[in-house]
């Protein structure tokens, strides 16, 4: 069978390499066009793209299939089917008919809820047992296709959006070795998601990783989770952004909400709109990230301050 593989970030990585290694002939992979990174803007390969080209496989960088000739080019290349994993296009009508056995699509979520962007994150937020992939055949709707396979995975108290995608990219690669052979042996039935159960996702922006202390202890915990490494939680000591990078919530009498409050034996917590945010790992602006212990060892002052909002202009870049 010919494959055409399309996705771009680190998550996709696992499932290429997984058809790579595969009974099936990859022909060709396409991605998104290189990008600016690092303060020196050098464009910079896409993970899929590295991937490829290390594995000696044709790349096609492509930003829309509205480029004048990209839907007859890829017919061309004859796929049998084409598997889709966090391209982040929406693949026009003419390219989900070009296959024989459609467009397949990795998502990370139990479809149907969680659809859209931002699956993984809008787990965490929701406060979710369970997350997992799913792979369903693309239609021209927001991952509404019909399914083919799902594996659930269980989400930990310590769970992150990193290391939630690291968990799931390597549980969606072995579903697809699994569940690809079965379907183009025509051994699978597609099942239709229950539409009167899905939920949304939308993007992330920057401003959304700002800690409003007003709201209760665990919603910000599960907002410090679900916004690692992007776009971070945040709050502003002294003038300065403090990154709270990991924490955990303490009950606690009520008291005003940004306080910072010692715990004993080195442990520092903030007072919020129910119970208290147990600082883990911090970094304060233009230094480097370190526990909480150290960093009150270095600032003594922080106990008893009163944590505030960044002025929206002061939003990190």
């Known amino acids: 069978m010919r494959i055409v593989f399309m996705g771009v970030p680190e998550f996709a990585v696992p499932a290429l ?134 594996r659930r995975v269980a989400i930990a108290p310590q769970d992150t959006t990193d290391s939630l995608i690291r968990k799931l990219a390597q549980i969606a690669a072995q579903l697809l070795e699994e569940t690809l052979p079965r379907w183009l042996s025509h051994l699978l039935t597609p099942q239709p998601q229950r539409k009167e159960e899905a939920t949304y996702t939308k993007l992330l922006s920057k401003e959304e990783g700002e800690i409003d202390w007003q709201i209760p202890a665990p919603q910000i915990w599960r907002r410090v989770r679900a916004f690692y490494p992007w776009p971070g939680c945040y709050t502003t000591w002294q003038g300065k952004m403090l990154k709270i990078v990991e924490a955990v919530p303490l009950r606690g009498e009520r008291g005003e909400p940004g306080r910072v409050v010692s715990l004993g034996r080195g442990e520092v917590g903030v007072q919020s709109g129910g119970g208290i945010l147990r600082l883990l790992r911090v970094q304060l602006e233009g230094r480097r990230e370190m526990s909480a212990e150290e960093f009150l060892r270095g600032h003594r002052a922080f106990i008893g301050a009163l944590l505030t909002s960044l002025r929206k202009e002061d939003a990190p870049g």
């Open 17 to 150: 390499e997984r058809l790579i290694l595969g009974e099936h002939q990859v022909v060709a992979v396409y991605t998104q066009p290189d990008k600016p990174a690092g303060r020196g803007r050098v464009p910079t390969f896409p993970p899929v793209k590295r991937a490829a080209l290390e594995h000696g496989l044709e790349v096609r960088q492509v930003e829309s299939f509205a480029e004048a000739g990209a839907i007859a080019s890829l017919a061309q290349l004859s796929p049998d089917v084409i598997v889709v994993v966090a391209f982040g296009q929406i693949l026009p009508p003419q390219v989900l008919t070009i296959p024989p056995f459609g467009c397949i699509n990795l998502h990370p979520s139990l479809l149907p809820r969680h659809r859209g962007p931002t699956p993984i994150p809008a787990a965490i937020l929701a406060g979710d047992d369970w997350t997992g992939a799913s792979i369903m055949l693309l239609d021209e709707g927001i991952d509404s296709g019909p399914i083919l396979a799902q």
